[in-house]
């Protein structure tokens, strides 16, 4: 079975694999970047009590469904991690000897000591669905030297790259669900087991991370059959699916929307059919990113700093250059992305807009902007008019300027409940994020109502908490109000929903 399939998965199982290989603000001076590797950690199983050293296994466990034969089914099983590589920086001293430094500059330009990593792939032969396997792979260890030189070319020290070798055991295997979907041919669990069976000790903590495997999920892909989702399982696969067992590894559908085929084992939890935003332009390397606040964040280091976060590491020095060479109009584009969530996805057969993952060059402007106006303004949604749009509540339309009565009901506080039987003027009908509606207010009988409408202080509540009242009708008199939880200044977001990086 090609792999070739894989690779729009790859796009964001990368965003996984990389998850803490560089924190902001990317330099290693920095606090943050002197404890990576936050996910996916298998740790070796000799490791001592002072080197903190992760659990060496994960498992996780797949349903799937034949979708010919069922002897004709199977999967392929794909490991991907990285391996650290320790890099280090040597003076050459005028006897020709090598003294080991944090730093060295080399023509104008800083090369630091830091710790690497270098990306792995294993692959099992394509199995059926009621083979077993259980294999033990080798990532060789080594040592790579790299010459550093002046302008004129006189030597003036090197770069040492070690690793540590590694030792992997995969354990996959297949078992019918008893009784389940007999009328299909059956559903079959499917475990995968990893382990990390390093066999020297480790006694502190650099030992431990560098004979571990870093980011560490597994991509599989069916053949014959189709994978069911764990996370919202048809339900005739309900009670089959509750029965599957998962350890320091989510399964989820990958790939396209409606797609089956894949299914991406990550060691944080993400939900079905994951994807890059499309308005990303790069890695972060925080796969629960909002790329505009971090590309503001890497705006704001001075020289300096960007000078030693580009002598990191040449993944630091991309994101530093790409934050530089950004323009006005590519900035905009991470602002947030206007989507209808209502409307229809993408057709999965449709070829990609871009280039890649990630890539917004051939994307069309109109989904990324929507001209002067910001995307949290309710002026940039011609179907939103908070001051006309009008909801029925117990079949009587209400819209500004309406009188209702409030009876607080949702989640009520004690501070709600001093709205109790109080009467409001409708001052908006609003939409949030997913479509739901919400009541702008102010109390008729508040001295300040008028003031607080002017700055467009009001209090939100759902139409099932109202009462609609004829005009003219008398108010409440002497029953004070109180500022409750739901009061805000301005608006609820659009009928939109701002989108970023998975």
Same mark, same amino acid.
């Given at each position: 079975?090609?792999?070739?399939?894989?690779?729009?998965?790859?796009?964001?199982?990368?965003?996984?694999?990389?998850?803490?290989?560089?924190?902001?603000?990317?330099?290693?001076?920095?606090?943050?970047?002197?404890?990576?590797?936050?996910?996916?950690?298998?740790?070796?199983?000799?490791?001592?009590?002072?080197?903190?050293?992760?659990?060496?296994?994960?498992?996780?466990?797949?349903?799937?469904?034949?979708?010919?034969?069922?002897?004709?089914?199977?999967?392929?099983?794909?490991?991907?991690?990285?391996?650290?590589?320790?890099?280090?920086?040597?003076?050459?001293?005028?006897?020709?000897?090598?003294?080991?430094?944090?730093?060295?500059?080399?023509?104008?330009?800083?090369?630091?000591?830091?710790?690497?990593?270098?990306?792995?792939?294993?692959?099992?032969?394509?199995?059926?669905?009621?083979?077993?396997?259980?294999?033990?792979?080798?990532?060789?260890?080594?040592?790579?030297?790299?010459?550093?030189?002046?302008?004129?070319?006189?030597?003036?020290?090197?770069?040492?790259?070690?690793?540590?070798?590694?030792?992997?055991?995969?354990?996959?295997?297949?078992?019918?669900?008893?009784?389940?979907?007999?009328?299909?041919?059956?559903?079959?669990?499917?475990?995968?087991?990893?382990?990390?069976?390093?066999?020297?000790?480790?006694?502190?903590?650099?030992?431990?991370?560098?004979?571990? !495997?870093?980011?560490? =999920?597994? %991509? $599989? /892909?069916?053949?014959? @059959?189709?994978?069911?989702?764990?996370?919202? +399982? *048809?339900?005739?696969?309900?009670?089959?699916?509750?029965?599957?067992?998962?350890?320091?590894?989510?399964?989820?559908?990958?790939?396209?929307?409606?797609?089956?085929?894949?299914?991406?084992?990550?060691?944080?939890?993400?939900?079905?059919?994951?994807?890059?935003?499309?308005?990303?332009?790069?890695?972060?390397?925080?796969?629960?990113?909002?790329?505009?606040?971090?590309?503001?964040?890497?705006?704001?280091?001075?020289?300096?700093?960007?000078?030693?976060?580009?002598?990191?590491?040449?993944?630091?020095?991309?994101?530093?250059?790409?934050?530089?060479?950004?323009?006005?109009?590519? !900035?905009?584009?991470? =602002?947030? %992305? $206007? /989507?209808?969530?209502? @409307?229809?996805?993408?057709?999965?057969?449709? +070829? *990609?807009?871009?280039?890649?993952?990630?890539?917004?060059?051939?994307?069309?402007?109109?989904?990324?902007?929507?001209?002067?106006?910001?995307?949290?303004?309710?002026?940039?949604?011609?179907?939103?008019?908070?001051?006309?749009?009008?909801?029925?509540?117990?079949?009587?339309?209400?819209?500004?300027?309406?009188?209702?009565?409030?009876?607080?009901?949702?989640?009520?506080?004690?501070?709600?409940?001093?709205?109790?039987?109080?009467?409001?003027?409708?001052?908006?009908?609003?939409?949030?994020?997913?479509?739901?509606?919400?009541?702008?207010?102010?109390?008729?009988?508040?001295?300040?109502?008028?003031?607080?409408?002017?700055?467009? /202080?009001?209090?939100?509540?759902?139409?099932?908490?109202?009462?609609?009242? *004829?005009?003219?009708?008398?108010?409440?008199?002497?029953?004070?109000?109180?500022?409750?939880?739901?009061?805000?200044?301005?608006?609820?977001?659009?009928?939109?929903?701002?989108?970023?990086?998975?």
């Amino acid at each position: 079975m090609s792999t070739a399939g894989l690779d729009p998965v790859r796009a964001v199982a990368d965003a996984v694999l990389y998850e803490g290989y560089l924190l902001y603000p990317y330099r290693a001076s920095s606090h943050k970047n002197r404890s990576r590797w936050q996910f996916g950690v298998l740790g070796p199983p000799n490791a001592g009590p002072a080197s903190f050293g992760e659990e060496p296994g994960m498992t996780t466990q797949v349903l799937l469904a034949p979708t010919g034969a069922p002897g004709d089914a199977g999967l392929t099983v794909h490991l991907r991690f990285l391996q650290l590589q320790v890099r280090e920086v040597q003076r050459l001293e005028r006897d020709g000897g090598h003294t080991p430094v944090d730093s060295l500059t080399v023509n104008g330009t800083s090369v630091l000591t830091w710790d690497e990593a270098v990306e792995h792939e294993l692959a099992l032969p394509v199995m059926r669905l009621t083979d077993t396997v259980d294999e033990v792979r080798e990532v060789a260890g080594g040592e790579d030297t790299e010459r550093l030189t002046d302008a004129d070319g006189t030597p003036v020290g090197r770069v040492v790259r070690r690793r540590s070798p590694l030792t992997v055991r995969i354990r996959a295997h297949g078992e019918p669900c008893a009784g389940a979907g007999a009328q299909d041919g059956g559903y079959t669990r499917f475990t995968v087991s990893v382990t990390n069976e390093h066999a020297g000790h480790a006694g502190d903590k650099e030992a431990a991370i560098r004979s571990s !495997l870093i980011g560490t =999920h597994l %991509l $599989l /892909r069916a053949r014959n @059959a189709d994978f069911v989702s764990l996370l919202d +399982p *048809p339900p005739e696969a309900a009670a089959a699916a509750a029965g599957c067992r998962q350890h320091r590894c989510w399964p989820v559908l990958a790939g396209p929307p409606g797609s089956a085929d894949t299914v991406l084992g990550a060691p944080i939890i993400l939900y079905d059919h994951p994807e890059i935003a499309q308005a990303s332009p790069g890695d972060l390397f925080d796969s629960t990113e909002i790329d505009e606040i971090l590309t503001l964040r890497v705006m704001t280091m001075t020289e300096d700093e960007k000078a030693e976060a580009r002598a990191t590491d040449p993944r630091a020095r991309e994101v530093i250059d790409r934050c530089d060479a950004m323009t006005p109009a590519e !900035l905009q584009r991470l =602002h947030g %992305l $206007l /989507r209808d969530p209502h @409307a229809p996805g993408p057709d999965p057969a449709a +070829p *990609p807009a871009g280039e890649g993952a990630g890539d917004v060059r051939d994307l069309p402007e109109a989904d990324f902007t929507t001209g002067d106006a910001p995307w949290w303004d309710p002026a940039a949604d011609a179907a939103v008019r908070p001051g006309s749009d009008a909801v029925v509540i117990d079949g009587v339309s209400v819209a500004k300027g309406s009188l209702v009565r409030v009876h607080p009901a949702r989640r009520a506080d004690a501070q709600d409940l001093f709205f109790a039987g109080q009467v409001a003027r409708v001052t908006a009908v609003l939409s949030d994020v997913d479509g739901g509606v919400h009541v702008a207010l102010v109390l008729v009988d508040d001295p300040a109502a008028d003031l607080h409408d002017w700055y467009g /202080r009001y209090f939100y509540f759902a139409p099932d908490e109202l009462e609609p009242l *004829p005009a003219g009708t008398e108010t409440d008199a002497g029953s004070g109000t109180r500022t409750g939880t739901r009061t805000g200044t301005g608006t609820p977001t659009p009928q939109h929903r701002e989108e970023s990086r998975s």
